[in-house]
């Protein structure tokens, strides 16, 4: 079980240590039409061409695509990224890695809530869907995570904004998670 919650833990921390990165001097709107692919041997995402891809990531995320800055005094660049584990061994298939989370964001997270929590079936992969708010630090954020377990790996991909900033690019946001696919590798 400690290994559980271990996993738990790294999944939560680096969703929060990713997020809270300096700005660089940009203040184009995070809203953009032109689009580019991240295509890996299991994964594939699309962002706009105005958000900035740092791969590898931070703290051992996959990927980290951080929005432009919206004002000089923007302090947080709104960002998506992604945490691949291995729980191979663990016996963790998606239901039980969504509990460890749920548990691990109500006790781990400052003041962490959970907004929602659905399973999604869209006739892909099916994955979990949880959105919630916590602090860190000085910023009041709002996180919105999706989680597949599939062949003993979870994937984690996680939207994390300032709960002021949400509304703004959950659109775009959204449409960057949406985006994630799994590539079959048994082809």
């Known amino acids: ?16 240590t990713a ?4 700005p660089t001097d940009s203040t184009e709107n995070p809203v953009q039409n032109t689009w580019r692919s991240l295509i890996e041997s ?9 958000w900035e891809l740092q791969m590898p990531g931070l703290m051992g995320t996959s ?17 998506v990224n992604m945490m691949v584990q291995d729980v191979s061994g663990l016996d963790i298939d998606l239901d039980a890695y969504v509990d460890i989370s749920v548990e ?6 400052t003041e962490g809530t ?20 916590g602090k860190q630090g000085l910023y009041d954020l709002k996180f919105e995570q999706h989680y597949w377990v599939v062949d003993n790996k979870a994937y984690v ?20 998670l949406a985006s994630f696919r799994l590539i079959d590798q048994k082809k």
């Open 63 to 79: 990927f980290i695509l951080f929005s432009p800055v919206v004002s000089e005094d923007d302090q947080f660049r709104e960002n």
């Open 157 to 176: 991909v996680t939207l994390t904004c300032e709960e002021s900033q949400f509304a703004l690019f959950q659109d775009v946001g959204n449409r960057i």
């Open 114 to 133: 959970i907004v929602e929590n659905e399973r999604i079936s869209n006739g892909k992969t099916p994955f979990h869907k949880i959105v919630f708010t």
């Open 1 to 16: 079980m400690k290994s559980i919650n271990l996993i738990a833990l790294i999944v939560l921390v680096l969703s929060l």
């Open 42 to 50: 299991d994964y594939s995402i699309e962002y706009p061409q105005t």
């Open 104 to 109: 691990q964001i109500k006790t781990l997270i």
């Open 19 to 22: 997020s809270a990165q300096n």
